[in-house]
């Protein structure tokens, strides 16, 4: 199993910036493709990005441009840096792993809370 732990939430000013981390644990991690996707209240869990093992990445519409996900394959960690944040990104982030091979072998971590207000 796939075990994913986030962290760096908190509460952020419209415009700033925050680093999200998310540590994975088990076995061959490159076979995974890691993503982070956020839920806010009263919503659907919406994709806000994915990153292969070689560092190909996908962004959602809405953060494209403001987010950037990265990967450390060594350290078996995934990164979303969040830039220029607005108050509709407040919602619980998500890490995600999902296995390339098997696509219905998908893992969570149980989120972290990012809140974007003055």
């Known amino acids: 199993q796939v075990q994913l732990v986030e962290s760096g939430g908190g509460l952020v000013e419209p415009g700033g910036s925050r680093r999200l981390s998310c540590a994975a644990s088990g076995s061959m991690l490159g076979l995974y493709l890691l993503g982070w996707y956020r839920q806010a209240p009263g919503k659907k869990r919406a994709l806000v990005a994915t990153i292969t093992s070689a560092g190909r990445t996908t962004y959602g519409d809405s953060v494209k441009g403001r987010f950037a996900i990265s990967r450390d394959n060594a350290k078996d960690m995934v990164y979303l840096q969040m830039d220029s944040v607005k108050p509709e990104d407040s919602a619980v982030y998500y890490c995600?792993?999902?296995?390339?091979?098997?696509?219905?072998?998908?893992?969570w971590g149980k989120g972290t809370l990012v809140t974007v207000s003055s």
């Open positions: 995600n792993a999902e296995k390339i091979i098997s696509k219905d072998v998908t893992y």
